[in-house]
């Protein structure tokens, strides 16, 4: 049997602004492009298929459409299960329409397993746990506000909710499927936080024992977690969406799996979405030219850092923006000037007195002669 693991697609996210829905939509297409050329029996979604509990619509459009599609026409079972960042009713509002096409939806934590036959016959058991949290287990797990007390008891509750959930016969392939944050694993900034402090955290051993594999969703840094003979796996999200994800491969995971037998993993490289990148102009802004000029990143959104003697106008802002429409951060970096040694500031001049001052609070920038002289004007009509 041949799973396709995906996870963190968070439709409608954007990057300060700028719509990531075409980046999104292209991904979509190319997951469905993997799952036909690699002959997929079934696609596991492990959660925070939106990035808000209110998407827009076009977001909930562009899932929809894609949804059908990966199903194949309703001949490949398509898994999903929600994440902090959905919202679970809503999420699974369609649940009627799309189990007709094939697609199996949950929203909130069960005590039942998934049971679901692929195109091949064989039968694939899914302990599927939707984000955990008190509320959706609708619980309190323990009256104690002590952070390790709380992540002992969460821990002990998942590994209890993953023991019902995985009741599959020997003639079944025995998957797990969560959005969960298993502790040791490696963050980035675009994740929202699930736990308070450390208490929303699993061990690597409260994971089902039973599983040949484990579907993760959560982190966005793909990864995998060796957990005895079993394997437990983050895919990661398919587009970069902070710039600590910057160089990051995005990619999904293919399982070839038979029941009894060992987990065989395949990471598959993603193509679509666009880079985001990092420049840090230490020669000045003529630097920025020069890469402009030589067609650098041409399709990427760009992180940018200028390391400047004097400010950046907002004329030249606008000229850098007009000439890449990627950039989504101009930092300006200021130079430290080694500050002369004055027997007393009360014996500069009020200009010089006030260039000092502006280069504090600027962080080493230099004021020109047309803000020295407005200064000196309205300091004079103050007198």
């Known amino acids: ?36 050329e690699e002959n997929v029996d079934a696609i596991l979604m492990a959660g925070d298929v939106f990035d808000t509990v209110n998407p827009p619509a076009a977001a909930e459009t562009l899932f929809y459409d894609a949804a059908v599609k990966l199903t194949s026409n309703g001949e490949r079972p398509l898994i999903i299960i929600s994440g902090n960042h959905d919202n679970p009713e809503r999420l699974s509002a369609s649940r009627p329409l799309a189990n007709m096409n094939g697609i199996t939806i949950i929203g ?3 005590n039942q397993a998934v049971e679901v036959r692929v195109r091949n016959g064989q039968k694939l058991s899914i302990a599927a746990l939707p984000y955990p949290s008190e509320s959706r287990l609708n619980e309190c797990l323990t009256e104690s506000q002590e952070e390790g007390t709380l992540q002992l008891a969460y821990d002990d509750r998942v590994k209890k909710l993953f023991s019902d959930l995985s009741t599959g016969d020997e003639d079944s392939v025995q998957i797990a499927m969560s ?9 980035s900034d675009s994740e929202r936080p699930i736990q308070v402090g450390g208490a929303y955290t699993v061990s690597a051993n409260s994971l089902p024992e039973q599983a040949q594999y484990v579907a993760l969703g959560h982190l966005h840094r793909p990864q995998t977690i060796t957990r005895g003979s079993a394997l437990a ?22 399982i070839d799996v038979e029941p009894n037998g060992i987990a065989h993993l395949n990471e598959v490289p993603l193509q679509s979405g666009k880079p985001l990148v990092r420049w840090i102009a230490d020669k000045g802004i003529e630097q920025v030219y020069t890469w402009l000029e030589e067609g650098k990143d041409a399709d990427a959104w760009i992180d940018l850092e200028i390391h400047l003697n004097d400010t950046l106008s907002i004329e030249e802002i606008h000229r850098l923006r007009s000439q890449h ?30 260039k000092r001052f502006y280069e504090q609070q600027t962080d080493g920038a230099e004021p020109d002669e047309e803000l020295i002289q407005l200064f000196l004007e309205l300091s004079e009509n103050d007198e």
């Open 1 to 36: 049997m041949r799973l396709l693991h995906t996870a963190d697609w968070h439709l409608g996210k954007t990057l300060e602004g700028r719509s990531r829905l075409p980046e999104q939509r292209e991904f979509l297409e190319e997951l469905n492009g993997i799952a036909d």
């Open 108 to 110: 909130f934590p069960t």
């Open 179 to 187: 959005h969960i944050y298993v502790a040791g694993s490696r963050e």
């Open 233 to 254: 796996r983050y895919s990661g999200s398919p587009l970069a969406y902070s710039f600590s994800e910057a160089n990051q491969t995005k990619s999904v995971t293919l």
């Open 325 to 354: 429409s990627g950039f989504i951060h101009i930092r300006p970096v200021f130079e430290k000037k080694e500050q002369q040694k004055e027997a007393s500031y009360s014996s500069l001049p009020i200009d010089e007195l006030f």
